[in-house]
């Protein structure tokens, strides 16, 4: 079973899209706008920068960061929400060591994940590995940036009753063990994390308190960001930039006399007068409007077929919360060898 699995994954290929990259800071004030953000890495070692779920924009904005020379002078690490983190070896072995792998290899990476159904069907996480592989093909073999996966990182061909997801973390508590234990360890780290907006503000219901405890605030910079044009926001973006392109504010221009944008408050439960107090910074991307592509690339019918196989191991969710946390205490047990080293 274990071998029968694998080759299916083996077979699930990287996918079509009629979607198109956009070169790398195409639109008004992203350069600008991205250069910013990686001067922020001057003072901090992690920046946060939310996407979530499929929008289109900010997968162009961050294109457009990893071109810049002021990010790829800065920057070692890339953690992202929508690798496996049980792939990171492969992602090690394309972007790190360079070498040639064909699409269909490369698959695992979205497909074993807490939500396949998200990751493998969007073409802008495809083309960001693509951005980066030509990004590092440019940089001395020390100086490449590392993709590191930020997903939950179970070896599917290994599950075949629920109790095997025992020994797995999920990707919620998965982040704070990567970050603190591993990443803010590392001499010269600085680190671009990736994250869903919900995750990564202040005061929200997520890991970020964890962060804050263990590493202080001052490590720590948190970039919302607004994707849309909407009327009722208009007047506070106006008071901060120009809303034909794209602009970088930081907390100190935040206005204190306009109710703040509710494009930002994603993720929160309270209602604070500060937008300070949940993140840092944001970036404004422009006034065209924004795509979600979810499900622009379709599922192949061996993808499906996994699927099935392992909603049959998971459908009593309650049965399975249940197993992976009474797994606990296998799931970084192997530390510190439970993250392999950088090649």
Known sequence: MILATSLLLASIALGGSNQTAAAPCANPGAGSAADELAASFDAHQFVFIGSTHGDAKIEEFLRCLVSRPAFKQRVTDIVVEWASSGQQRLLDRYLIALEEIPNDELAPIWFDTDYPLLWATLPQIRQFLQALREVNQGLPAAKRIRLVAGNDGVDWARVHAVEDLAPYPYKTNLMPHLIIEHLAKTPGNKTLIVYGDAHIRYKGNNFMGELEYALGRSKLFVVGRIGDLRE????????VGDLNKTFFVTAQRFPTDIPWPGSLRIGLDERSERLADYIDAFVYLGPQPDKNLMGSIALTDAQKRELDR????????QRMIRARLQGRDKWFSKHPDDFPARP
Request: net charge neutral; aromatic share 6%.
């Open 310 to 317: 392992r909603s049959a191991i998971t459908s009593e969710p």
């Open 232 to 239: 009722d926001e208009r007047k506070y973006l106006t008071a």
